[in-house]
């Protein structure tokens, strides 16, 4: 016992208590190490996400077209300013955090309590963004079809270029196709909800509609030009988009195909590249999991703040906490914005 | 303890970082739309101008983010040390690594016999 008694005095300083490492205190430093570990997550993810839209570099989706939907606006072609205005919504909470941040300091209980709120409310509406984002991203708008090697076929019009919805290509056959369950087949044989069109349907709807073309999804590059079966007008090289084919190669593609695909799924999607939609899904649903756990602690945090249980102790470092916290979801989004629809 | 130094309030910064942030998102989604062509043309290092400058853009928006909002402005040089090299290094090994291989599989893809694309 005698032997743990220390005489020095600059050892009773260090180890005497009281002390902070890097001029931190624990629960803050303890968030830090979690928001490091939690980042490099995040780079992993979308690391991968860069590792396999470099490997299917000339096939993947382009964001413009997918993403193109507005509140209130039907058929309007409204790229990416819905996922601005979801961005300057996560960023502004950003901003009533620190405020309330900023008044816990000036022990300001009735401040810090608004401006918790405010932020609250402003997670809810980036859930709520985003919630109808990904509705749009399922349901799809045009629809397309998959060939037996898996990639996918989508329809435009011949005098203008521009997409045609299924349900424009597609005509009624009045052909019986019953959907697969398990009391009519094995036990376990089963299959998902069908397709509003038959494979059938489309193809046919196609030979009898002389204005349709397919496009692919590859992304046109002008050395693509002289290939087989590349329209010769339709595709130019004054912006990005997928390569049209002529009406004879557009058949030949067709009879190649053997799935309807209408939306997103984690299986197939109509926008093209199958990892795409299973990497939209991950890395934004796992951004939208954080903002979710954020919006908790902070409805526990303002009601501590209103029941004054930091006003007791004197601090609002627990506010300075679940901040961090908040502000790092933000910083993920920043990124996340990036690179699913700006690059 | 807590109150060792007087708290000075910096709500004035805070809305002039908000207001940075929100020119610099404003910029992004205007290139993101109209999409200059001698940016969106121009390689560099296998990527287009456009989408180096979006990359650019993001960094500055996360430095602004880090440091005036979650303060690490005013931390100690060793805590902001040890929070930021270990994530700069490691993702730019990461990210060089995987682009690299993802770039590799695509060549592999693109020049083997096997028709993978039909």
Excluded at chain 2, 95 to 103: K, Q, T
Aim: glycine content about 8%; proline content about 2%.
């Amino acid at each position: 016992m005698g032997a743990t008694v220390t005489t020095a005095n600059s050892e009773g300083k260090i180890w005497g208590g009281g002390n902070e490492p890097m001029g931190i205190n624990y629960g803050k430093m303890m968030m830090w190490f979690f928001i490091v570990s939690d980042a490099l997550t995040f780079s992993g993810f979308l690391a991968a996400y860069g590792f396999s839209r470099y490997k299917f570099i000339e096939t993947w989706p382009l964001a413009d077209e997918v993403f193109s939907h507005f509140p209130f606006m039907h058929g309007v072609d409204a790229p990416m300013y819905y996922v601005a205005l979801m961005t300057f919504i996560l960023i502004f909470s950003s901003v009533t955090m620190v405020l309330a941040v900023d008044a816990g300091h000036q022990m300001k209980k009735q401040k810090v309590a608004i401006y918790m709120f405010l932020t609250i409310i402003g997670g809810g509406i980036f859930l709520g963004s985003q919630a109808w984002e990904w509705k749009n991203f399922i349901k799809g708008e045009y629809g397309a079809v998959e060939t037996k090697g898996g990639s996918i076929l989508q329809f435009v019009d011949a005098t203008t270029g521009k997409r045609v919805k299924l349900s424009d290509v597609a005509i009624p056959l009045h052909e019986e196709r019953e959907q697969l369950s398990r009391n009519k087949g094995f036990w376990f044989s089963s299959e998902s909800t069908l397709p509003a069109y038959s494979v059938n349907e489309v193809v046919e709807g196609f030979k009898s509609k002389p204005n349709l073309l397919v496009r692919t999804e590859a992304t046109y590059h002008p050395n693509m030009a002289k290939n087989v079966g590349v329209h010769p007008e339709l595709n130019n090289s004054t912006h990005k988009h997928k390569t049209i084919l002529t009406r004879e190669e557009s058949l030949k593609r067709l009879s190649e195909v053997h799935y309807v695909v209408e939306g997103a799924n984690l299986i197939r999607n109509e926008y093209g590249q199958k990892l795409f939609a299973n990497f939209f899904f991950f890395i934004t649903g796992f951004h939208g999991f954080h903002v979710f756990t954020g919006v908790l602690i902070n409805i526990l945090i303002f009601f501590n703040v209103v029941l004054g249980t930091y006003e007791k102790r004197r601090s609002y470092e627990m506010v300075e906490k679940v901040g961090l916290y908040w502000h790092f979801v933000d910083l993920v989004w920043v990124f996340v914005f990036t690179f699913f629809y700006l690059v | 303890m807590a109150h060792a130094h007087e708290y000075v309030s910096n709500t004035k910064r805070i809305w002039k970082v908000f207001i940075l942030l929100s020119v610099v998102t404003i910029v992004e989604v205007a290139f993101g739309i109209y999409k200059p062509a001698i940016l969106h043309d121009t390689l560099f290092l296998q990527m287009n101008l456009l989408n180096w400058l979006f990359i650019a853009l993001t960094i500055y928006k996360a430095y602004y983010i880090v440091w005036a909002f979650m303060h690490l402005e005013g931390e100690k040089s060793n805590l902001r040390w040890s929070i930021v090299a270990p994530l700069v290094f490691l993702i730019i090994y990461l990210v060089f690594i995987l682009l690299v291989e993802g770039n590799y599989v695509f060549d592999v893809f693109k020049s083997s016999q096997i028709k993978w694309n039909f």
